[in-house]
């Protein structure tokens, strides 16, 4: 009888590191969601998927929960408001959402609408999301701020949007949109409001480091902003300077990283003050991180909360502007993962596996093998705790050997064939050796990595989680289900595409908290879905998704809780991508396709290849094809 138990589940899995106050495991051994938090209503995620695929929903799916997006709003404008309020700070907290993270319009609604009370606006890095910003923002006084390469026609679009009572803000990101701005505001006789992007010198942390320093992307250097200054001095604007932005990049997992940054922006901040330049805005940038391993140690984590985030800006900005006698500017932060990541789960199930490992191995007529067999053969008759270290290196050995024989035609197929299988039953059974040998834990690491399953699974990591190849990214991916049963196989996870890039290899250790190369799960039943989930997907993987063998966006669902009674109720269903749809993105016609089918099909009948009522079946399910989703589905 196994001992196994839902909290070492959650050990093991490290949901209670990665999971927030929104996810856990409950006593049924299945994933639930909380989407308004702990205290909150609970939802039955395996119990939840069972129910949208009985309504026709397929799988893969994305779950997106908007009532998670309502408590992070909450959460960091209460962060910042308790900051502000136990440092004494003068100026307000004003927050606005990056529409780059994740453009996707139902989640933009809802951001927009649960950020109605905080004043949380928008920022657009392009002259597509300035024109969903101006559409989509109502919200009186909320922020529009304007990044990203501009030309004339974006300045002019912001400009005028203050006239349909729009506070937007242009920022200067390169030297060359001053003058741009200056004279489109004189063409249309609008009263620009300005923000420059400081160039810090201040050394960023974690993959996108490389976003500060004085080779970052966008920002003007010291010499820069004094010439700004006095640049809009001379055209009688210095009054239209409302902000200083800066940005050190993406996901900083260092709170060090942060005070180094802030103390530098404010101390420029401050002399521009001195200069005669009012600025009303401090635009902290993004980069507040999500901690997607628990294990506050990696790129993937951050060493520090979402409260000590705030009272670090707070503080750093108040002791700098005190000390130099400058009011307290209002503080504007960009933290669109924080705000999004949470709310989105990646659902697919496991179509099947690869099995590597052999238990059990009968030779028989030893004598009459090679000497590669034979020795082999040995190995796993003989291995023990005494010798594990010494035969593994002969297996390692074999094992390359094998390979150089085979290749040379020394060793026929058939030979070849029974020392693969002898090398799988021997790393099945010195995995055995080693977990009760001394100083043996590299090699058992080793031999876990090698015997590791692939669980091939419906769907695609260039569409769904990018990040995970292009990146490393590391996403909690977990089984939804039967967490009260040990996993005791470990595998790493195929997707459909013809990719040998399409998988993940990277999984939460929480053993040694760093990324492990394969990820416990259970073994499949049959007749049994075994559903998985890839957690924390809300920031940026929909919109960098490419179509990678044309697999296309997956059916998208946002879920909420019922306010009264419990349960839940299903908001929006976004379709994901048909196959026509996706053919049509690369200049495919579904017409011509068809019509081409047509022909070719009329001439295999012509020519006796084809009968009328073959070519008609095939048709029909070419048809259907197209009109079908580009993943694996199987109707009920």
């Not at 005070?259 to 003050?273: Q, V, W």
Request: glycine share 8%; proline share 3%; aromatic share 8%.
């Amino acid at each position: 009888m196994s001992d196994w138990s839902v909290d070492k589940s959650s050990e093991l899995y490290g949901i209670e590191y990665w999971g927030a106050e929104y996810f856990r495991i409950n006593p049924q051994g299945n994933v639930e969601v909380s989407p308004q938090g702990l205290k909150g209503p609970k939802i039955d995620m395996m119990s939840l998927v069972e129910d949208l695929v009985e309504r026709g929903i397929r799988i893969p799916i994305l779950l997106r929960f908007p009532d998670i997006v309502k408590s992070r709003i909450e959460l960091l404008a209460g962060c910042f408001q308790r900051a502000i309020k136990e440092y004494n700070y003068q100026g307000e907290y004003r927050g606005v959402y990056p529409i780059k993270v994740n453009q996707q319009r139902h989640l933009v609604e809802e951001i927009i609408d649960h950020g109605r009370e905080y004043k949380l606006g928008l920022e657009a890095g392009s002259k597509p999301e300035l024109l969903i910003s101006l559409a989509m923002m109502d919200t009186p006084d909320a922020l529009i701020i304007c990044n990203g390469f501009k030309d004339p026609e974006y300045i002019e679009m912001a400009l005028i949007s203050q006239k349909l009572g729009r506070n937007t803000i242009i920022v200067v990101d390169r030297m060359a949109e001053l003058e741009m701005i200056v004279n489109s505001a004189k063409k249309l006789d609008i009263r620009p409001k300005i923000g420059l992007r400081a160039k810090l010198y201040t050394p960023g942390a974690g993959r996108w480091a490389e976003t500060s320093g004085a080779r970052s992307k966008f920002g003007l250097t010291p010499s820069e902003i004094v010439h700004s200054i006095d640049y809009l001095k001379s055209q009688e604007m210095l009054d239209s300077l409302e902000l200083l932005h800066f940005h050190i990049g993406s996901q900083i997992p260092s709170i060090q990283s942060i005070k180094l940054a802030i103390k530098e922006a404010a101390r420029t901040l401050t002399e521009i003050y001195g200069l005669g330049g009012h600025i009303k805005y401090m635009d902290v940038g993004g980069g507040l991180g999500v901690d997607y391993d628990g294990s506050g140690r990696s790129d993937s984590s951050t060493n520090y909360s979402e409260q000590e985030y705030a009272n670090d800006v707070v503080s750093s900005l108040l002791s700098i502007c005190d000390e130099k006698k400058v009011p307290h500017p209002h503080i504007v932060s960009e933290s669109g993962r924080s705000l999004v990541a949470h709310t989105s789960v990646l659902i697919f199930d496991v179509l099947g596996m690869n099995e590597v490992a052999k238990k059990e191995y009968h030779l028989t007529e030893v004598e009459k093998q090679s000497r590669l067999v034979q020795d082999l053969w040995d190995i796993y008759q003989n291995v023990n705790k005494k010798n594990i270290n010494e035969y593994y290196n002969d297996w390692v050995e074999k094992k390359r050997d094998t390979q150089n024989l085979y290749s040379y035609g020394v060793l026929s197929l058939e030979q070849r064939a029974k020392a693969d299988d002898l090398s799988w039953a021997i790393a099945c059974r010195m995995a055995e050796v080693a977990l009760e040998a001394e100083d043996a834990e590299d090699i058992l690491k080793e031999l876990k990595r090698e015997l590791s399953d692939t669980y091939f699974c419906n769907f695609s990591v260039f569409q769904s989680i990018p990040d995970s190849w292009a990146l490393d990214q590391l996403f909690p991916i977990i089984p939804l289900h039967r967490h009260q049963e040990e996993p005791v196989r470990r595998a790493t996870l195929a997707d459909l595409t013809c990719d040998s890039d399409g998988h993940v290899s990277q999984f939460i250790d929480t053993t040694t908290g760093e990324a492990g190369d394969s990820l416990p799960v259970h073994p499949l039943k049959e007749g049994q879905t075994y559903y998985m989930g890839a957690f924390l997907a809300g920031a940026y993987q929909e919109i960098l998704g490419d179509l990678h063998n044309l697999f296309g966006d997956t059916d998208t669902v946002h879920i909420s809780v019922n306010p009264e009674g419990g349960g839940y109720h299903v908001d929006h269903v976004v379709e994901g991508d048909s196959v026509t749809e996706v053919l049509a993105y690369v200049e495919y016609s579904r017409s011509e396709l068809l019509e081409r089918v047509r022909k070719t099909t009329e001439s295999s009948i012509l020519k006796g290849r084809l009968s009328r009522s073959e070519a008609r079946l095939l048709l029909k399910h070419y048809e259907q094809g197209l009109a079908g989703y580009t993943y694996l589905f199987e109707s009920k």
